[in-house]
């Protein structure tokens, strides 16, 4: 069953409360963000859940992304500087049109 962007099995012992705690994280994560992806803002709407967001080396959770934002940064490799680097070409070329 997948719920909140988590696979959730619960036949297995101990995951209730694991998917309950899950749940939580992304309901605070979700109130703390005001129902907005963190990098673009695009509203939350029901029905279609944001995705965690989590670092790669530490799993450590940095936030909900709206699909486009949380591909942007896997396509990107969780680079900063291919991000900074991409925005100063949009900019440049936007600029010369």
Request: hydrophobic share 35%.
């Amino acid at each position: 069953m997948k719920r909140f962007g988590f696979d959730i099995q619960l036949s297995k012992p101990g995951v209730r409360l694991a998917a309950k705690r899950r749940r939580d994280h992304y309901a605070r994560l979700l109130k703390e963000q005001a129902s907005k992806c963190a990098i673009c803002h695009a509203e939350y709407t029901e029905g279609r859940a944001f995705h965690v967001d989590h670092c790669h080396t530490t799993d450590k959770v940095r936030g909900l992304l709206c699909r486009p934002c949380n591909q942007m940064l896997g396509f990107a490799r969780d680079n900063p500087w291919i991000l900074v680097n991409g925005a100063i070409y949009l900019k440049k070329h936007r600029d010369a049109v």
